[in-house]
């Protein structure tokens, strides 16, 4: 029985070939391939010319590996045995491996293949994060560079408004703060996109007021679509809840990014902000927020790509101040707070953006309670020494022009970070402003510096005003003993919050 199966599934790789000492083929079992007689082995193969050396040594065994045998019968990869005698009769043994050297080619080609893969993928990596940091850099220099001048320009606007202006320099200065708040804007867009994509947003909860938010927005919108000759619309849903938690900074940037898209692209008509309740469930209140105008439209090809960054709609691409991040914002906060946004537009006619998103419903509560008391400044009843170590010109005024006006505080500037800590022990220093980076220092090397001092001067507070504005940065700070952080730019009442919180 065994035999049968031997002869039915057995493969004969093997083929025997019998030389005399010249290379003539006395027999062969043409297991592998047909040979036809008289003939010679070196005629078979030009391999073969090889015996013509190998047959003048005597009892030797010789091996070749992975030989090619391409012959008129077949194309064969072979190990080869040549046995060389001293009877003039000389035994060569060709195994048939082809399937064998196949797949070991196909096994090493996959595996070189693997390796350029993972090479190619790690110069990709390397490539994105070159990138990455080029980004980072680029963006935190960038944001270095305007916060300052944004930062006093705010603030002495701020200053300008209550003095005694003509008629003529108070519509100069609107258009002064209007510039301002648009820089700002557009420096938060970038850093937004870049914390999003980064995966560094993150949203907060807080208790506040829809309708406020609302109608603050309503009356800021209004002068500015009316200042361009523009109609602006506002309704709510008299079913909207009074008080919402969630990231209503958030909320807020959104529906101003859509309505300043709108007012951009809209020059004559309407703009309109409509806010409604799709519905209350499970202690959530769900907004549907509507932003229509009758501007220039969006082409049904370029709707797919109308939420991309640096995406302008093309018929009002000649004027280049748009930088085309606004929605992109938009689009990736909404989906960060894992709402909706769709766009419904014909071009001439107008566009309507319909964004709906979820806040979680809250009562008056005491969190907002709190955020009430503190929006109101302290008396004081004496004089706070603060020590400012700042190289910008501008931010020195700026806040020396901000503590002179409220008569409650001393101010000693100094620009040089080696001078910090010998004013602090020769001076009554109640709180420290500093710079985030000092010529030669960074304010979390001099933290460390202050901390490091004797009991009486360790605890004096400490404010960075940052130019650094990550949530990473932030916690960096503190860690190194850093009492708060304002960003820049900031303004008037954002700076007086801070000093006065730390102010015994």
């Not at 010679?40 to 015996?51: A, G, M, R, V, Y």
């Amino acid at each position: 029985m065994l035999e049968s199966y031997k002869k039915k599934y057995h493969k004969n790789n093997l083929q025997y070939i019998l030389i005399d000492h010249l290379g003539n083929i006395l027999e062969s079992d043409n297991a592998l391939f047909t040979i036809a007689f008289p003939n010679k082995i070196q005629n078979i193969h030009p391999f073969f010319e090889i015996l013509n050396s190998l047959l003048l040594i005597k009892n030797e065994h010789f091996e070749f590996s992975c030989i090619n045998l391409e012959l008129k019968s077949a194309a064969l990869i072979t190990d080869i045995s040549i046995h060389i005698n001293s009877n003039n009769k000389h035994l060569i043994i060709i195994e048939n491996l082809t399937k064998h050297y196949n797949n070991y080619q196909l096994a090493a080609q996959t595996r070189n293949e693997f390796i350029i893969n993972s090479q190619i993928l790690e110069l990709k990596n390397k490539y994105l994060l070159e990138k990455e940091t080029f980004k980072n850099n680029f963006i935190a220099n960038f944001s270095h560079q305007l916060r300052n001048p944004i930062t006093a320009s705010i603030i002495f606007s701020d200053l300008l408004i209550n003095s005694n202006l003509s008629s003529d320099q108070k519509n100069y200065l609107d258009i002064i703060q209007s510039a301002n708040k648009d820089l700002k804007n557009r420096i938060e867009d970038i850093l937004d996109i870049s914390k999003i994509e980064s995966g560094k947003l993150i949203l907060t909860e807080k208790v506040f007021s829809l309708k406020k938010l609302l109608v603050e927005m309503a009356v800021f919108y209004k002068v500015i679509a009316e200042k361009k000759g523009l109609v602006f619309n506002f309704e709510t849903d008299k079913k909207l809840p009074d008080f919402l938690k969630g990231d209503q900074y958030r909320l807020k940037q959104i529906i101003s990014n859509l309505l300043n898209n709108a007012i951009y692209y809209t020059n004559k008509g309407s703009v309109s902000l409509n806010v409604s309740l799709n519905y209350m469930r499970a202690r959530k209140a769900n907004l549907c927020i509507e932003v229509l105008d009758t501007g220039v439209g969006i082409a049904a090809k370029d709707m797919d790509s109308v939420f991309e960054r640096f995406t302008k709609i093309e018929s009002a691409t000649q004027n280049d101040e748009h930088t085309g991040l606004g929605l992109a914002v938009v689009k990736h906060l909404i989906s960060k707070m894992k709402g909706n946004v769709k766009v419904e537009s014909e071009i001439n006619i107008g566009s309507k953006f319909i964004c709906n998103l979820s806040f979680k419903l809250s009562d008056y509560s005491q969190n907002l309670k709190a955020d009430l008391l503190q929006n109101q400044l302290p008396k004081q009843d004496k004089k706070h020494h603060i020590l400012l170590l700042e190289d910008s010109e501008l931010i020195q005024l700026t806040i020396l022009k901000i503590l002179a006006a409220t008569g409650s505080f001393y101010l000693t500037i100094i620009s040089k970070g080696e001078e910090l800590i010998t004013n602090i022990i020769d001076q009554d220093v109640d709180v420290v402003l500093m710079a985030n980076t000092i010529s030669g220092f960074t304010a979390m090397d001099l933290a460390v510096s202050v901390r490091n001092l004797p009991k009486a001067y360790k605890k004096t507070p400490i404010i960075v005003l940052s130019t650094e504005a990550f949530k990473e940065d932030i916690k960096r700070f503190k860690q190194h003993g850093v009492n708060e952080v304002l960003v820049k730019p900031f303004d008037e009442k954002n700076l007086l919050d801070k000093i006065y919180k730390h102010i015994k």
